[in-house]
């Protein structure tokens, strides 16, 4: 957010040229805060700068990957059919066609019925080999059952291959867990830079004349103070942004995602579940009534397995919308076993929100269980509402714009961050200079013991963070107190 700048521990010119024995006594600790968040601001914002502008730029992209793969995709996406749409069954008898020949392994996994006119239906399977959350898609034409395509698609968004890429690519790098753990910590530090960006913002505009210049880029000065005004004006107006995508980001990380949840779940904010256990059912099936939620179960092999007919995606789907299912943009997913409902949820992601959901009973067609969205407590309505803004469908292209114009901005931000360290750098040297150690050494007991305290605790909840904080606080801390040890002068030479 602002400059690797020393000034905050520069002493006043007029005691510069006094003698050491009548300076006037200096007060140690006195800005010892700014010095070490403009060394914390700097060392993240180097080390973890190269995947923010990596996650920034694949941001950008997916940020505008809905329209991109309207576009791309068109021909499996739309149709020119004017036709009345056909029962699903004869739609997915259709695809059941296709896939006896073209994929015989794969198993009917769920349905989507075209949501408007001119808009296809999708019939997926399960196949070996996929993703987590990855399925086959049949593209089919509602009006003529005609197989318009047959893609991979992605998760409850439903992102086809391009956006599958992208995504897969900003979370991981493709690097698997490894690749998880460093987009978690970059995620985590995002907001923490940002949040030490501003309070180095706040110093410097309470000291400067011209506060006009840290809102928007100086006019009139070149090299590394142009850079700077660039760097610090550009991070102000980017600042809710940054910490938007830093702690929504967080929600999707292996373990700060997890304790996100585990809070949520222990203050009650959790989204409420279906529930899915039909009774009356014999002990073998009643014991395997996990296995469609936790896989590896023993009791999912006792279980029979579920009759999956076309005729009742139609029959299920009718039921639900006398129930609360109301919008067109909606997911029939049958049971794998006999204990389970058939699902049906909205999965209209776009303001209004529209994610109920229903579990019914295939054998006399009643309601087992229901979620409304109306219902949700606010913490959960908000995290809902944050992830869909984060993935850029919530309020359609306006929100696409907005955070593919916030990515490039912080990509911006990290490039003017190594400009300032680059044109920084001494005479003759070929890396910047970084700010003065020793912030932390000079700072009140109170004030190093908060800066470790709150290190655990933050480690507690964000381990990624909280872990390479802790580090940099204990590094910092013995590079000073070594560099500052007095050294034995050599004995004279005899």
Do not use: C
Request: charged letters at 15%.
């Amino acid at each position: 957010m602002t400059a690797t700048d020393n000034r905050f521990t520069t002493a006043p010119a007029a005691e510069t040229g006094l003698p050491p024995s009548v300076r006037p006594p200096r007060n140690t600790q006195r800005g010892w805060f700014g010095q070490f968040l403009l060394r914390l601001h700097f060392y993240a914002g180097l080390f973890i700068g190269p995947f923010i502008l990596i996650a920034a730029l694949s941001g950008a992209v997916y940020a505008l990957g809905p329209t991109i793969e309207q576009g791309m995709y068109r021909h499996e996406l739309t149709t020119p059919s004017t036709a009345a749409a056909k029962p699903l069954a004869d739609q997915i008898d259709a695809a059941q066609a296709y896939v006896s020949t073209h994929h015989p392994e794969d198993t009917l996994a769920a349905v989507r019925p075209a949501s408007e006119k001119g808009a296809t239906t999708r019939v997926m399977y399960a196949e070996a080999g996929l993703m987590d959350s990855q399925n086959r898609a049949i593209f089919i034409d509602p009006g003529t059952a005609e197989v318009r395509g047959d893609l991979l698609v992605y998760g409850t968004s439903g992102s086809l291959p391009f956006r599958t890429w992208v995504d897969t690519f900003h979370r991981s790098l493709f690097l698997g867990d490894i690749g998880r753990l460093y987009s978690e910590t970059a995620a985590s530090w995002l907001g923490v830079v940002a949040l030490a960006g501003l309070g180095l913002w706040v110093i410097r505009i309470r000291k400067m004349r011209a506060k006009r210049d840290m809102v928007r880029p100086a006019r009139g000065v070149r090299g590394y103070r142009r850079v700077f005004s660039w760097h610090a004006s550009t991070g102000v107006w980017l600042l809710l942004g940054a910490l938007f995508l830093s702690a929504t980001g967080i929600t999707w990380s292996q373990y700060g995602g997890g304790n996100v949840d585990q809070l949520r779940n222990a203050l009650n904010w959790g989204t409420p579940a279906l529930t899915t256990t039909l009774t009356g059912t014999d002990t073998a099936a009643a014991s395997g009534e996990h296995a469609a939620h936790q896989s590896g179960s023993a009791a999912a092999t006792d279980a029979e397995p579920a009759t999956v007919t076309p005729a009742l995606f139609d029959e299920v789907l009718a039921k639900a919308k006398g129930a609360n299912i109301h919008s067109s943009q909606l997911q029939i997913t049958p049971p794998a076993t006999a204990d389970q409902a058939w699902t049906v949820a909205e999965i209209k992601r776009s303001y209004p929100t529209a994610v109920n959901s229903v579990a019914i009973d295939p054998r006399d067609m009643s309601v087992v269980s229901e979620t409304n969205f109306d219902t949700f407590s606010i913490p959960a309505k908000l995290t809902r509402w944050g992830i869909d803004t984060h993935m850029g469908t919530m309020w359609g292209l306006p929100n696409q714009i907005l955070l593919f114009v916030t990515a490039l901005g912080i990509a911006a931000m990290v490039v003017f961050g190594y400009v300032m360290w680059w044109k920084r750098r001494p005479t003759g040297k070929r890396v910047g200079k970084a700010p003065s150690a020793g912030a932390l050494t000079r700072a009140p007991w109170w004030g190093s013991g908060l800066v470790a305290v709150g290190a655990i605790v933050i480690g507690a909840f964000l381990p990624a963070l909280g872990v390479t904080l802790l580090a940099f606080v204990v590094i910092d801390v013995l590079i000073t107190s070594r560099s500052a040890a007095p050294r034995t002068p050599a004995a004279p030479s005899k």
